[in-house]
């Protein structure tokens, strides 16, 4: 015959657990990477602050620039998905460095219209710098249709 018994309830005692002993190594890969971003933010350009300015590390000051652009050209996908365009692209950017130029990435980033936006934008830039932990750069975007807007050439006077 099926014993017939109660189930008891748990009582607090018996529910709580001791924390691990150890707490499982994440790989960086997966961990925040705004956290170990080298990628500053600097006061925005022009008289209405519509060309954010941003240094990774500390970029050369050299005459010999690298300005590239940053949507299709070194990153695709979403701004929350974001992907190199090609697996080469970091190789080829520390190789522009270790030659002697100066890496500016330029980008147009009209989109940009709320403060939160513009936050998720920069963090996107920050796990981008994360990926180039050995890359310094300058980035400028500009957020409206004005001189700093590519192909105008504000910017430059910089």
Request: proline share 8%; with cysteine; glycine share 4%.
């Amino acid at each position: 015959m099926a014993s017939t018994s109660v189930p008891r309830k748990r009582t607090i005692e018996s529910s709580i657990e001791a924390p691990p002993a150890k707490v499982a190594k994440m790989h960086p890969f997966f961990s925040k990477t705004s956290a170990t971003s080298t990628l500053r933010w600097l006061k925005p350009l022009g008289s209405s602050n519509t060309c954010l300015h941003g240094v990774n590390m500390e970029p050369l000051s050299v005459a010999k620039v690298a300005a590239l652009d940053l949507d299709g050209t070194l990153i695709a996908g979403p701004n929350n998905r974001w992907r190199w365009w090609n697996k080469s692209v970091p190789t080829k950017l520390s190789e522009i460095v270790k030659d002697g130029y100066a890496l500016v990435i330029i980008t147009n980033q009209a989109g940009l219209k709320k403060p939160e936006q513009v936050a998720g934008w920069k963090r996107k830039l920050a796990s981008i710098a994360a990926a180039l932990p050995e890359v310094p750069f300058r980035v400028f975007a500009a957020v409206a249709k004005d001189e700093y807007r590519k192909p105008m050439k504000a910017f430059i006077a910089v």
